[in-house]
């Protein structure tokens, strides 16, 4: 079964004071394995909050979201990390853990064997093989936020959503980020990144431009 994430007049508000702010407004996306979709838009126009619907870390106030893997099709929030991974942009490392500790939890937590060889290269794409033995809180912002990639990655995730995963590399480092989300689609999973990054957005198969929580330019391909 190939993987999927579909949302349906999604829309999310927030209270700040007294006001109803509207975050997401009648959202509809459709995403299936093997693509990889970027998200793109100016600050506060709803990316971010689209990327936490999908991953089931918020709720929307109406609509639908349902993912479907080889498990069959459920809300995002009843998925494991091997179903649905997420690139956040908190990054959420633990500071006492080594990378390969960090990166290895997925696998810990599940109880079960990360591909080694999948995630060797994950080490050596990402350039941080070199710090497989230091502890998080050592690494620069740069290199914490490949580790949270290589983490993603290292269960081979059905679904991918990365939140500016990019905005702390050069750009060398940006492309090599972007070069394993890239593979992660090619190997047939749901990718969906939201990003500024002008380069990174040529590695996506579509482009969803969002404004004031809708989608207002989609299908925008690239290439």
């Known amino acids: 079964m190939t993987s999927s ?7 999310r508000t927030y209270r700040r004071g007294d006001e109803a702010v509207t975050a997401l407004q009648a959202v509809d996306i459709d995403v299936v394995g093997g693509e990889f979709i970027a998200l793109t838009g100016p600050s506060g126009s709803g ?27 459920r809300a995002p929030a009843d998925l494991q990390w091997s179903e649905l ?15 390969a500790e960090n990166v290895h939890l997925p696998a810990r937590l599940a109880r079960r064997a990360a591909n080694q060889a999948y995630g060797a290269e994950s080490f050596e794409s990402l350039d941080i093989e070199k710090l497989r033995h ?17 983490r993603a990655l290292v269960l081979q995730p059905a679904v991918l959503l990365a939140d500016e995963p990019s905005t702390h590399q050069d750009a060398d480092h940006g492309r090599t980020v972007f070069e394993a989300l890239r593979r992660a689609a090619d190997n047939g999973a749901v ?8 380069d990174g957005l040529r590695f996506a198969d579509r ?11 989609a299908d925008r391909r690239t290439g």
Do not use: C, Y
């Open 191 to 198: 990718v969906v990144v939201a990003s500024h990054d002008p």
């Open 134 to 150: 230091a502890r998080a809180n050592e690494l620069s912002l740069g290199e914490q936020q490949r580790v949270a990639v290589a």
């Open 47 to 73: 990316k971010s909050t689209l990327l936490l619907v999908l991953a089931g870390w918020e709720i929307l106030d109406h609509g639908l979201v349902e993912v479907s893997t080889s498990a069959g099709t």
């Open 5 to 11: 994430v579909r949302m349906v007049a999604g829309f």
């Open 85 to 99: 991974a997420v690139v956040p942009q908190a990054l959420g490392l633990i500071d006492d853990l080594t990378v």
């Open 207 to 217: 482009v969803l431009t969002m404004a004031d929580g809708r989608l207002v330019e």
